[in-house]
């Protein structure tokens, strides 16, 4: 089960056994008083049932006893304890019932019967609302008196620490109109709701009124005209016919700062579902039909709405359940939708929920009041058995944004990325897991954070998923009435200015960074180098990096990693580091957040990057049992070492594609375990495409560990030829073997000569002094020398003392007597 329900409240099991302990001990006892005395309640209980579910989670309930009086009871969520609140000694219909924070007020709606308003002395009016002193007991006032229907509820404040300093009642009418009473004061003031189809949000505070905070028009036809509540609390199932018939809409936030309306269209096709969800933080709308195929629903009401913080369920009870992301709607695939023939489907209720707020559902069939949470675990299991690309593309995102134990999360993902990754054709699991995890750990900091980091490693997603159809259309932007915001509405207005920004994307993209490592390497190969204050900013910010992952590290690590300078990737982690801060220092308020926290989250990013690509390697490490393994190069590698060259293969095409730094140290791993595994054309065919490459402190181990066999001299040839000249200045001094000399002439050669162009045409050489011996090397020696005379600051061996003109001469008569076996 994707949903995990369970059962906060249940009548029978949370009320009715104290009822029964409560007449037994009233029993024994005399009466207390007319209020607080309750007869025997009828053997069947048919008359308890739910009247209110207030913002705190407490809930109110009536039953009556056999004399027909109405007793209101509160049952705590927490305290896990019932509390008698009033009792009315007659007959009452209840329409709706609201209690304060104190418990010192209880507000009633009722319907009179047609006998009482015929008695002279009441007034002749339907509905009668009260307000009840219940604590302490010594007043009952008559709030309204019309023959229209009223619903009460008091308002709770946000923060529980700071508490109103009156009560704030709201009255609403059926006839339109609101009223709030601010308790003790006793001023009231009224506020009428237009019919059309416009959206508006008003906010109650302590110290005033209310403010309109925004209006919005919607797109909704509404089949009457008649009053609709919506997201007003419990619902009671006996009171609906007093609500429209073609109406179920419902209106969420989050603590990101979303705001959706879901609208459940009539469809005149009875095999088809139309619903709508308003993004209005996102300024576009969502049309969704579902083909039921031959099966047919009743009521648009049996559709259920839920509120999951970042997502919305929508919920047909055996027909299909869709889960929606959002924070981030735009992709089809980041939502996940599922039939009612999957096995998923069978575990969640049959009848219709109620969303209520702080993620509690009730069910209107049974009875009970559940918590609707995520089951991680059900989640898991669903990607695993899952085969459809989107599927597992909504299920891993959503395990990322709702993950509640990150380690061992990421290490499960991991283990099911290493075990799929072939069969994912639409997504790459390690680009998608990287990216959604660090947007998920990091994107709610500061904010606004967001909007500037990517969430996915997708674009766009044009494949249709079965079963379902979507139209998008742009809509209004809510129009804001104030000038100030504060909590939510501060973040719902930094969403909707975001949309109306006119910029360039604003996501975070590794372009820069791909271009400008480019541009080194290119720069590298020529010869030149950017400047010193260059490198050695970049390369601070890497040491910062690779100190504060250190700092995170608590468990050892089996795989040898971050053991070496590897400057190549600690380059392109401070390139990364760089880049990323500019682009956050350049997007957000610096003077309100501080430029130090931001550069210690661009630290914290890269770092958790590069502890994921560890853990990568870790768990692939420890799965085929490599234990400390110290690294080495004679010998043939073993299953498990080729199981775990195939994953860091996996691992590298996906990072350099993204062109995303590797933990330093991974590409020595991998250079010694491609050499253990592949056949030597194999090898060099990898070095040469750019996939191995080779480190200096591989090469360095591979030249001391392998002795002069015909098969190592073989490798080790192929290797130093095509080593860069800065490893293969290191690496003649590893190597004492008549190739490694050709090799280190040839190139000290290579480098020279072309400089005895530009002196031939200023100057002759004396031919007479020439040796008659061997007069081509005669020749070559005389022109290295005058060059080495003329261009010493340009030696390629610079550091190598032993690399020079007589070291050229001795090399190629060696090589000479070798060929003629002299």
Wanted: aromatic letters at 10%; proline letters at 4%; hydrophobic letters at 40%.
């Amino acid at each position: 089960m994707l949903l995990q329900l369970s059962a906060a409240f249940d009548l029978h099991r949370d009320v009715v056994p104290w009822l029964k302990e409560r007449l037994s001990a009233e029993a024994a006892a005399p009466a207390a008083g007319p209020r607080a005395r309750l007869d025997p309640i009828e053997n069947n209980y048919e008359t308890l049932h739910v009247v209110n579910v207030e913002r705190n989670g407490k809930v109110i309930y009536s039953c009556k006893d056999s004399k027909r009086n109405v007793f209101f009871g509160l049952y705590d969520l927490q305290t896990k304890k019932n509390e008698h609140l009033y009792t009315f000694e007659k007959d009452l219909q209840v329409v709706s019932c609201s209690v304060n924070r104190e418990k010192t007020l209880l507000a009633v709606s009722f319907i009179q019967s047609a006998k009482e308003r015929r008695n002279e002395l009441q007034p002749a009016s339907k509905c009668l609302t009260l307000l009840v002193e219940i604590h302490p007991v010594n007043n009952v006032k008559v709030l309204k008196a019309v023959d229209s229907c009223i619903w009460v509820q008091f308002l709770y404040p946000i923060d529980e620490r700071n508490p109103f300093p009156e009560s704030h009642l709201l009255l609403i009418s059926e006839e339109k109109y609101i009223e709030q009473f601010h308790i003790q004061v006793f001023r009231e003031d009224e506020n009428r709701v237009k019919s059309e189809s416009i959206l508006k949000c008003i906010q109650f505070y302590a110290d005033e009124n209310f403010n309109l905070i925004f209006e919005v028009p919607l797109d909704i036809s509404f089949g009457d005209t008649r009053l609709t509540l919506v997201n007003f609390g419990y619902e009671d199932s006996q009171n609906q016919k007093v609500l429209s018939k073609d109406l179920n809409l419902r209106v969420f936030t989050s603590h990101t700062g979303s705001l959706c309306v879901c609208y459940n269209k009539k469809s005149d096709v009875q095999e088809q579902v139309t619903y709508l969800v308003f993004y209005l933080h996102k300024g576009y709308s969502k049309t969704f039909t579902v083909d039921l195929g031959t099966l047919e629903y009743q009521s648009i009401k049996d559709i259920t709405f839920l509120n999951l913080d970042c997502y919305v369920a929508v919920y047909l009870p055996g027909h299909f359940f869709h889960l929606l992301n959002t924070q981030h709607p735009d992709l089809m695939c980041h939502s996940l939708f599922i039939t009612g023939k999957n096995e998923k489907m069978n575990l969640l209720p049959d009848g219709p929920l109620q969303s209520l707020s702080g993620a509690l559902a009730w069910d209107w069939c049974s009875g009970k009041l559940f918590k609707v949470s995520f089951n991680q675990s059900s989640l898991l299991h669903f990607l695993w058995s899952s085969p459809l690309d989107y599927e597992r593309l909504a299920v891993l995102n959503c395990l990322l944004a709702q993950s509640r134990n990150p380690r061992v999360l990421e290490v499960q993902i991991i283990q099911w990325i290493f075990e799929n990754m072939k069969t994912c054709y639409a997504f790459d699991p390690i680009q998608e897991f990287l990216i959604a995890s660090l947007y998920w750990k990091f994107c709610l900091d500061i904010n606004n954070m967001d909007k500037l980091l990517p969430y996915s490693s997708l674009h766009s997603w044009n494949k249709e998923i079965p079963g379902i159809t979507l139209v998008t259309e742009e809509i209004l932007l809510p129009r804001m009435k104030v000038q100030s915001f504060k909590g939510y509405w501060e973040k719902l207005n930094s969403n909707l200015e975001y949309v109306k920004c006119t910029k360039p994307h604003l996501q975070y993209s590794n372009n820069v960074v791909r271009r400008e490592w480019r541009n080194l390497i290119s720069e590298e190969k020529r010869g030149k180098r950017r400047s010193t204050v260059y490198f050695r900013n970049i390369l601070e910010n890497a040491v910062k990096v690779i100190s504060n992952l250190e700092a995170w590290t608590v468990e050892s690590r089996l795989a040898p990693l971050l053991q070496e300078e590897d400057n190549q990737q600690r380059l392109l982690i401070g390139l990364m580091v760089s880049e990323l801060k500019e682009h956050l220092l350049r997007n957000l308020p610096v003077q309100l957040i501080g430029k130090k926290k931001i550069e210690q989250l661009v630290l914290d990013y890269v770092s958790k990057m590069l502890d994921l690509l560890c853990q990568m390697l870790e768990t692939s490490w420890r799965k085929h049992r490599l234990g400390s393994w110290v690294f080495h190069f004679d010998g043939r590698g073993s299953a498990g070492e080729f199981a775990v060259f195939h994953t860091m293969t996996q691992i590298l095409d996906s990072v350099n594609r993204m062109c995303l730094p590797l933990p330093p140290g991974f590409h020595t791993v991998y250079l010694v375990l491609g050499v253990r595994c592949l056949p030597l054309h194999c090898l060099l065919h990898y070095i040469d495409d750019g996939v191995i490459l080779l480190t200096e402190t591989g090469v360095m181990k591979l030249l001391k560990d392998l002795d002069n066999t015909e098969k190592n001299e073989k490798l080790k040839f192929s290797i130093v030829e095509r080593l860069p000249l800065f490893i293969l200045q290191k690496a003649s001094q590893f190597w004492d073997h008549p190739v490694n000399s050709h090799i280190i002439s040839r190139n000290y050669v290579k480098r020279l000569l072309p400089k005895h162009k530009r002196l031939l045409r200023k100057s002759t050489i004396d031919k007479s002094s020439f040796h008659t011996e061997f007069l081509p090397l005669s020749y070559l020696i005389k022109v290295l020398t005058e060059m080495e005379t003329t261009h010493q600051a340009l030696n390629p061996f610079e550091g190598c003392d032993s690399v020079d003109t007589k070291f050229v001469a001795e090399t190629a008569l060696k090589q000479t007597t070798i060929l003629l076996n002299l």
